[in-house]
């Protein structure tokens, strides 16, 4: 499924799916510049008056999003400065991500940006059962098949990962930490400060709800706030209305 085509745009609190999103190239998809899940919502670049023509976004990982049309959005946040507050660090934080992909691309080596997306998108799904083709991992990673199918058997042949066709199951966090490129720690960073979260809080410390092992202290994900928030503000309205 793509998003962000079409006249009538809308914003998207995913909360069992995974979204990717992308910057074309030549016409083309070109590869992924962030990632949202539980924790954000698509379509945050309209509230700037960013055209959603100008990005796409692609559901990585199959699930459900609740959406709202993003002009009643905007007229929730222009009334709810909590609401346009959380939004403006949002925003920061998703500037940020997509300023450090561009960067992590040429920078770090294919294994660490792949330990990185797959930490970031297990933490942002409700398990750590990733559904990923190889050669939907090279369109977004912006890297070759074959580079991409290497790295996931090494990967295999540690342990770190088990791979069947179209699934990629996380087996051990620790050492795909290790693994993974500073961008990750780097990404839940920005994300804690964005949204004020600390981890003795048992909230979201990271791009998905993370404690170091990825989950918050009780072992499940956290209430994405930013998103409760939101569909209050929405529900409220609704209410209102009839
Ligand atoms: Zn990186």
Redesign the pocket.
Known sequence: MQLGRGRDSYSYFPTDCVISVLLPVDGRHGMEVATVGREGLFGVQSWIGVRPTELRAIVSTPGHAWRIANREFDALADADPDLRRMLQRYLRMILAQTA??A???R??PLA??LA?WLLTHADCAPTDDVLVTHQRLATLLGAQRAGITSAIGTFERRGLIGAARGHILLLDRPALLQE?????G?NRDAYSRALGMRQSDGAPAGVGYAGDDGRNQNGSHSRPRLAAKALASARDRTRSLR
């Open positions: 450090r992909h960067a992590c691309c920078f770090h660490q940006r990185r993974a490129c500073s961008c990750y780097a």
